[in-house]
């Protein structure tokens, strides 16, 4: 049998795939059915509990990795904490977590958060990465939001003087708000007057943080939701530090009162 031969690897054609393939996945995101900001466990899991069930789902990073706060656990020391019973979240899709008493368990953050991240993916979730929320789209006398502006990130980073590049808009039934203690939608809406003003998280109490996290997730401005710490830099309950399950059963909450507030591909 004589060798087959095998076509080379052409630089363009990379190029071009890359591109492809990209702009035809870009231009599905553009409308969707539940927009969600910020990447961490709380929009992860949100992200991937709506995606199951049928909804089209996008999520927005400003960083180039997602996961938010996760991969590093407390004080650089890979663990962190999962208060029952959010640790069913994480033992559904495979992340051990180790008993310590009956209401604390341990994981290792990078195990956890790869995890989500791959389950959310899974579930068919879409995700642009390295790219900002710098505004709103707002329709009508009575300021429907209907979806955010955007640009990259590493040209805002750069500020306006340097690239003045506009941005573009991606439209939705619903966003949330996944931006952990920036509240970044809340506070457009409150530089906007359309909302009070965001007073961000107090101070630290990790079991009053995650009762107070649970109890005001939702929706807090027609078609916009709060989920994890978004909740309480929005209530100004306080932080949970290296604390995260309410992060993930926030995401969870999150998830099915969007479930009961639209149905997917709904008008």
């Not at 962190?80 to 069913?88: G, K, L």
């Not at 506070?187 to 009762?211: C, F, H, I, T």
């Not at 209530?235 to 995401?251: I, V, Y």
Request: proline share 5%.
């Amino acid at each position: 049998m004589e060798p087959r031969e095998i076509e080379p690897l052409r630089e363009a054609d990379i190029t071009r795939n890359i591109a492809r393939e990209y702009f035809q996945a870009f231009d599905q995101m553009i409308e969707s059915d539940v927009l969600i900001v910020g990447g961490g466990p709380a929009g992860l899991v949100c992200g991937k509990e709506l995606a199951s069930s049928g909804y089209k789902v996008v999520l927005i990073e400003q960083l180039n990795h997602l996961g938010g706060g996760f991969w590093n656990g407390g004080y650089l020391m890979n663990k962190a904490t999962i208060a029952h019973p959010a640790q069913e979240v994480l033992l559904k899709i495979g992340v051990p977590c180790k008993k310590i008493s009956k209401e604390m368990y341990i994981v290792d953050p990078p195990h956890a958060t790869a995890k989500l991240i791959g389950s959310a993916y899974d579930a068919g979730m879409k995700v642009l990465n390295m790219t900002k929320v710098v505004d709103l789209v707002l329709r009508g006398e009575d300021q429907r939001l209907e979806g955010v502006v955007v640009n990259s990130y590493p040209v805002e980073a750069m500020g306006h003087d340097a690239a003045h590049i506009d941005p573009i808009a991606l439209e939705s039934k619903i966003m949330v708000d996944a931006t952990g203690h920036d509240a970044v939608l809340l506070q457009l809406l409150s530089n906007r007057k359309l909302y009070q003003a965001v007073p961000g998280n107090g101070a630290m109490w990790v079991d009053r943080s995650e009762e107070m996290v649970m109890k005001n997730t939702g929706e807090v401005y027609p078609q916009l939701f709060v989920v994890g710490l978004s909740v309480a830099a929005t209530f100004g309950t306080p932080r949970m530090g290296p604390a995260f399950g309410s992060m993930l059963l926030s995401g969870k909450k999150g998830a099915e009162l969007i479930k009961e507030k639209i149905k997917p591909g709904s008008s």
